[in-house]
């Protein structure tokens, strides 16, 4: 196969629900009932734990967490903690790497290319950072990046800060990184930018560097 199916389940959308899907979605990809899958969402106001993660990363109490109305999850992607919700948009693609011929880092890589070209088309230059895996703007994150892979198809993925509510990063030490900052695209432009602009753009970028037809 060398289609890209892209699906957007909309906003406020349940951690452990998206979990749920993409686990049959990923079954099905191994199966070869479906082709590539791109899932765009937004997510409701969630923490979640990669493998590597350190639980003093997390500053925040199971009550402070309630009283927040923000969840918590523990998962298997790579990566640390980090924050999902409103006006982030995540992507999860559930991909073949044989078939498209990338190994795992190449697949990584070329993610934060996606998310780069992104930025560009809104404006605003972004880069990498040796010091961890995603899509920085300086010192500060605009994208973080967490995938698993099984059998050769990924799952989990990106999470790229829109329109993102920075304060909420406020309850963890993100990615596990003490000395670097959050950003949004919202912020850098000092203006909210259209969520649906955003994953067209994702869309393209995505199909472009990873070549379908």
């Keep these: ?44 106001p969630v923490y979640t734990l990669g493998r590597s993660a350190k639980t003093a990363n997390l500053l925040m109490s199971d009550a402070e967490l309630r009283a927040a109305g923000i969840d918590k999850f523990e998962t298997r992607r790579g990566g640390d903690v980090t924050y999902h919700g409103p006006g982030q948009l995540v992507g999860y693609p559930i991909f073949n790497l044989t078939e498209k011929g990338f190994k795992v880092l190449e697949f990584v890589e070329g993610i934060e290319t996606v ?8 404006g605003v230059e972004a880069g990498r950072d040796p010091r961890n895996r995603g899509v920085w703007v300086g010192d500060d994150k605009l994208a973080a990046l967490g995938i698993m892979v099984s059998r050769q198809v990924t799952m989990h993925g990106f999470a790229l800060n829109v329109n993102t509510n920075l304060s909420n990063y406020g309850g963890i030490v993100a990615c596990g ?11 850098l432009l000092g203006k909210a930018v259209e969520m649906s602009a955003v994953k067209a753009v994702v869309a393209q970028a995505f199909r472009a560097v990873f070549d379908y037809r």
């Design 177 to 187: 990184l003490r000395d670097a900052g959050i950003t949004s695209l919202a912020h």
């Design 115 to 122: 998310l780069i070209r992104a930025a560009a088309g809104f």
């Design 1 to 44: 196969m060398n289609s890209l199916s892209v699906i957007d389940i909309g906003a406020d959308q349940n951690y452990g629900e998206v979990l749920s899907l993409q686990e049959r979605m990923h079954a099905q990809r191994k199966c070869g009932e479906i082709p590539d899958t791109l899932l765009l969402l937004e997510h409701s």
